[in-house]
């Protein structure tokens, strides 16, 4: 029997596996994935909750947060294109020149 | 028999064996006609060898194919080289799924309830088939990328670009379609059309939306990548573009896809302007024929137009595709809402 | 049926996902991460949502991934370098055990939260949420979040285009 739970710790286990890309990842394309991972997870939990509530609601915000997330994958990527052509590298500790 | 299963599922699976092997017969077909079609024009006969007028030469060139050695270079990434033509294939074929073809029939009373003749129908059936082409892009792209060559690379690089960019003009073309419609299943969409003007001009979609049909065809050209869209993989320029460094099944399976890809467009083309299977004089249990004659029509026009016309460069061909035909379907996306508030 | 649906879908979401951050070929974590919106559309499709799966591979799928794969292919991401030594035996290499224990800490967290809703049985909804349902709710009722996102992506647009220009100089 599927209930809500399941997909709530679906999406949870999924939005923890993205924050653990954040952290432990050195190269910036695979964080922006990780961000697009967490992403994804909070749109399980809309449709999900939505369709447990019988309101058509959680769709409506989904389709929001998947423009949100097109825009800030365009802008990402510009933004590390631009950094690829200064420093040659992706590794987020080359980019620590402002760091305290 | 009550270890078989329900006659509806028999039906089920049947109806997919023979869409499968109907797509998988139609790229053969697609072969010998293009070749002969291609000779006529160039005013010479053509395979005339193998069978009657060489119907038989596709089988022919699939098993010269089969019995190539499969290559792959050293430095090619082996997985993504081996599951790009699969997903080229596997989006080509899954595309139809949702494509009616036919009236509801019982099959001459075999079965209880008529099923329609179609693999299924969803409630967002063109959507669906436009995702579907979406994906087809990713086994040009891990083609072009994981051969590890220059003219893969540039060619992948390029049909890609091609494929993206004419996406947009196809789906707003699409949008104008559905707007008239009021629905995004494709039977409904079909069974719209039906009835007649006059008693006798059929009300198809193709004379309320003649420039949407010229923009469909269009994007349809350039997303299966046929001339006069066919840069990417010219002879003449990138000696075979992405599929360079494949040989034998695989590139077999990289032109069945293209095959398939094709007749899907004029499938959906069909469906969404020249009325479906909708004909008249033939009874409903045959009607799967006239969709056949009306796909056959746009796949002739397809060959037609490939040894007919030059080909675009890659500039130009991008230039068309953004400057021309998206303002285009924007206006006619834009002309469509006007007249259907207007006149709904 | 739609129980082995969903355990398929998610096992494979999952595993996706965990091998998107665990592999270091940037090539291969795009195409798994494709890999897992995938799962995430069947599941959406088990939930009754057949647009937003649609959507998803369509907007997800089709256009995101093929932005990042293009960067990937242009930038010809390198595999990753490894980490420079430690800062301190707490953070571990560049704070690799810290991060991981954050991780962890998240994940249960969440998943003891969730795991005592009130909610057990779906409501029933029988009918499938046609699109025209989602089409009035975005046009009429959330109509000043539509524009706002349509002037979202005309700044994207225009942003990217501009960090991403050759410099002259």
Request: proline share 4%.
């Amino acid at each position: 029997m599927v209930t809500l739970n399941s997909y709530l710790v679906l999406s949870g286990l999924l939005f923890a596996i993205g924050t653990a890309g954040v952290f432990l990842r050195r190269n910036l394309i695979t964080v922006l994935l990780s961000i697009e991972i967490m992403l994804n997870a909070v749109n399980l939990t809309f449709v999900a909750v939505g369709r447990f509530r019988g309101s058509v609601d959680g769709q409506v915000i989904t389709f929001f947060v998947m423009t949100v997330a097109a825009a800030e994958a365009a802008i990402g990527l510009a933004l590390i294109i631009a950094l690829f052509r200064h420093r040659e590298t992706l590794s987020p500790d080359a980019f620590t020149s402002l760091k305290w | 028999m009550s270890w078989l299963p329900s006659p509806e599922i028999i039906a089920q699976l049947g109806l997919i064996v023979v869409v499968f092997n109907m797509l998988v017969l139609s790229a053969a077909f697609m072969v010998w006609m293009e070749r002969k079609v291609c000779a006529y024009i160039q005013d010479r006969s053509g395979p005339n060898r193998v069978g009657f007028e060489g119907v038989l030469q596709p089988f022919a060139d699939v098993i010269k194919l089969l019995f190539k050695e499969q290559l792959k270079p050293k430095a090619a990434d082996t997985i993504l080289f081996a599951i790009a033509p699969l997903v080229s294939t596997t989006a080509a074929f899954a595309a139809f799924s949702v494509v009616p073809f036919g009236t509801e029939t019982t099959l001459f009373g075999l079965l209880d309830r008529p099923i329609p003749l179609e693999i299924t129908d969803v409630n967002v059936a063109v959507l669906v088939i436009f995702a579907i082409t979406s994906m087809g892009i990713y086994g040009i792209v891990l083609a072009g990328w994981s051969s590890n060559s220059k003219y893969s690379l540039l060619g992948g690089l390029r049909s890609s670009a091609q494929m993206i960019s004419y996406e947009l003009s196809y789906g707003l073309a699409m949008a104008a379609v559905i707007m008239m419609a009021g629905s995004l299943s494709l039977r409904e969409i079909v069974m719209n059309q039906s009835g007649y003007w006059l008693g006798f001009i059929p009300r198809w979609y193709i004379w309320l939306q003649p420039l949407g049909f010229f923009i469909y065809l269009t994007a349809g050209v350039a997303e299966t990548n046929r001339a006069p869209f066919d840069f990417p993989e010219a002879e003449q320029e990138l000696v075979a573009g992405y599929h360079t460094e494949y040989s034998s099944m695989s590139f077999a399976m990289f032109f069945l896809a293209e095959y398939v890809n094709m007749v899907t467009v004029s499938a959906v083309a069909t469906s969404l302007y020249l009325g479906g299977w909708l004909g008249p004089f033939l009874p409903d249990w045959l009607s799967w024929i006239w969709f056949l004659v009306k796909v056959f029509l746009i796949l002739f026009f397809y060959v037609w137009m490939r040894w007919t016309l030059p080909r675009y460069r890659y500039d130009q061909l991008m230039e068309f595709g953004w400057k021309f035909l998206l303002p285009i379907a924007v206006l006619n996306l834009f002309v469509t809402a006007a007249i259907v508030l207007w006149v709904g | 049926m739609d129980v082995f649906a969903f355990y398929a879908f998610g096992a494979v979401a999952i595993l996706a996902s965990l091998l998107v951050i665990g592999q270091g070929n940037p090539m291969h974590s795009v195409m798994l991460l494709i890999v897992s919106f995938g799962a995430l559309a069947g599941l959406y499709v088990l939930l009754d949502a057949p647009f937003t799966a649609v959507t998803q591979i369509i907007v997800y799928a089709g256009a995101i991934m093929v932005l990042f794969l293009f960067v990937v292919m242009l930038l010809n991401v390198p595999r990753e370098e490894p980490a420079p030594p430690g800062v301190s035996a707490l953070l571990g290499p560049t704070g690799t055990r810290l991060g991981a224990l954050l991780s962890l800490l998240l994940g249960v967290e969440i998943v003891w939260a969730l795991a005592d809703m009130g909610i057990r049985r779906p409501e029933s909804t029988a009918s499938v949420s046609s699109v025209a349902l989602i089409g009035s709710a975005i046009f009429l009722r959330h109509a000043f979040a539509f524009e706002a996102t349509s002037v979202l992506i005309l700044v994207a647009m225009i942003g990217a285009v501009v960090l991403a220009r050759r410099e002259h100089s």
